[in-house]
């Protein structure tokens, strides 16, 4: 016989940053929450994908790396004591007379009014190019994110792909690496054209080898460790770039997983949501971030964190029915456990 599951109010799947702001906006409202995450720690894409790349439109930071930001989004959620199921992704959803059960793959079974969900791009994995032998190289030489920096410096590194990923951290290696080669099969990327500038920049400066117009062909190396990246152009010529790592930015395969098959409209793989509450089409759940659309959406950090505030509003009535709201702001209102100024 499994174990009841646990209770809460709110149960939120997603531990990211626009996540760990619904633990907040949830609180501040009354409401516990219960965290569900496929990956081992909060964060989400921020602290996967690229934990120390920096991020310049959150208000009041003109300047915060995406890990730091995670660390402050956890800090003020902590007051409201939120619950974390992480590492194993949520599998199931079923409805109760009293609202739903979120069930994961480890079993753990949670009993809660209503359901957020801010599951970023859903489940993601990166696009892989078409190499023979790649995979003894992965996690090795050929990674498809970058965790720590200094993890390059002094290396040969091949960067793959035109978009803001490979230019960003094309960028972000420059003084890191001994040298930086970038990979693309046209002379124009699609990245920011500030950031695009400065790419040429250092370029025209030979800080950085911009390797044009050519794509990957083949890998070099023994035991899983790199020793050459094979591009090749249009007319077959090919080239061998000396090098012991690889970073393949061609973007991330998403799809939405389990959340699929719970009956919630769809387009694109985004879940369609009412802007002004940002409920799904399935009662009592509701979605919020990146994976959340409507007319109009800007997927931004700060449009999720808007949205967060408003879905936690829109459950409020579900979780306290037949009591009034009184809203109050954080300034007067204050936090759990502290003590007025």
Same mark, same amino acid.
């Given at each position: 016989?499994?174990?009841?599951?646990?209770?809460?109010?709110?149960?939120?799947?997603?531990?990211?940053?626009?996540?760990?702001?619904?633990?907040?906006?949830?609180?501040?409202?009354?409401?516990?929450?219960?965290?569900?995450?496929?990956?081992?720690?909060?964060?989400?894409?921020?602290?996967?994908?690229?934990?120390?790349?920096?991020?310049?439109?959150?208000?009041?930071?003109?300047?915060?790396?995406?890990?730091?930001?995670?660390?402050?989004?956890?800090?003020?959620?902590?007051?409201?004591?939120?619950?974390?199921?992480?590492?194993?992704?949520?599998?199931?959803?079923?409805?109760?007379?009293?609202?739903?059960?979120?069930?994961?793959?480890?079993?753990?079974?949670?009993?809660?009014?209503?359901?957020?969900?801010?599951?970023?791009?859903?489940?993601?994995?990166?696009?892989?190019?078409?190499?023979?032998?790649?995979? !003894?190289?992965?996690?090795?030489?050929?990674?498809?994110?970058?965790?720590?920096?200094?993890?390059?410096?002094?290396?040969?590194?091949?960067?793959?792909?035109?978009?803001?990923?490979?230019?960003?951290?094309?960028?972000?290696?420059?003084?890191?690496?001994?040298?930086?080669?970038?990979?693309?099969?046209?002379?124009?990327?699609? !990245?920011?054209?500030?950031?695009?500038?400065?790419?040429?920049?250092?370029?025209?400066?030979?800080?950085?080898?911009?390797?044009?117009?050519?794509?990957?062909?083949?890998?070099?190396?023994?035991?899983?460790?790199?020793?050459?990246?094979?591009?090749?152009?249009?007319?077959?010529?090919?080239?061998?770039?000396?090098?012991?790592?690889?970073?393949?930015?061609?973007?991330?395969?998403?799809?939405?997983?389990?959340?699929?098959?719970?009956?919630?409209?769809?387009?694109?793989?985004?879940?369609?949501?009412?802007?002004?509450?940002?409920?799904?089409?399935?009662?009592?759940?509701?979605?919020?971030?990146?994976?959340?659309?409507?007319?109009?959406?800007?997927?931004?950090?700060?449009?999720?964190?808007?949205?967060?505030?408003?879905? !936690?509003?829109?459950?409020?009535?579900?979780?306290?029915?037949?009591?009034?709201?009184?809203?109050?702001?954080?300034?007067?209102?204050?936090?759990?456990?502290?003590?007025?100024?």
């Amino acid at each position: 016989m499994r174990n009841a599951p646990d209770i809460c109010d709110v149960a939120i799947i997603g531990a990211g940053p626009i996540g760990l702001f619904a633990v907040f906006e949830c609180g501040m409202l009354d409401m516990g929450c219960h965290v569900f995450d496929a990956l081992p720690a909060v964060g989400g894409q921020c602290a996967a994908l690229y934990p120390e790349k920096p991020i310049f439109d959150i208000p009041g930071y003109p300047r915060i790396d995406a890990a730091d930001l995670v660390e402050r989004l956890a800090e003020q959620a902590a007051p409201f004591e939120p619950v974390y199921h992480l590492g194993h992704a949520v599998t199931r959803l079923s409805e109760t007379p009293d609202g739903f059960v979120v069930e994961n793959l480890a079993g753990q079974r949670v009993a809660a009014r209503a359901v957020i969900i801010a599951a970023g791009a859903g489940a993601f994995g990166p696009n892989r190019p078409p190499l023979a032998g790649l995979e !003894a190289f992965e996690a090795r030489s050929v990674f498809y994110m970058v965790r720590r920096r200094e993890d390059f410096r002094g290396r040969r590194v091949v960067i793959a792909g035109g978009g803001d990923s490979a230019v960003d951290w094309a960028l972000a290696l420059a003084d890191i690496a001994e040298r930086i080669m970038v990979v693309h099969r046209r002379a124009r990327f699609r !990245a920011a054209p500030q950031s695009a500038a400065r790419l040429q920049q250092l370029a025209d400066e030979g800080r950085i080898e911009l390797v044009i117009p050519y794509q990957l062909h083949g890998i070099e190396g023994e035991n899983g460790e790199l020793s050459a990246v094979i591009v090749d152009d249009l007319a077959g010529g090919t080239r061998r770039l000396e090098a012991d790592r690889l970073l393949p930015f061609f973007g991330l395969a998403t799809d939405l997983g389990a959340l699929a098959g719970w009956g919630l409209r769809s387009e694109h793989n985004h879940l369609v949501v009412d802007p002004a509450s940002c409920a799904t089409s399935r009662p009592g759940v509701y979605a919020i971030g990146d994976i959340a659309t409507y007319p109009g959406k800007l997927k931004l950090i700060l449009s999720g964190f808007a949205e967060a505030a408003m879905a !936690a509003h829109a459950i409020h009535p579900l979780t306290h029915p037949g009591e009034a709201l009184h809203f109050e702001y954080s300034t007067t209102k204050g936090l759990p456990g502290a003590t007025a100024a």
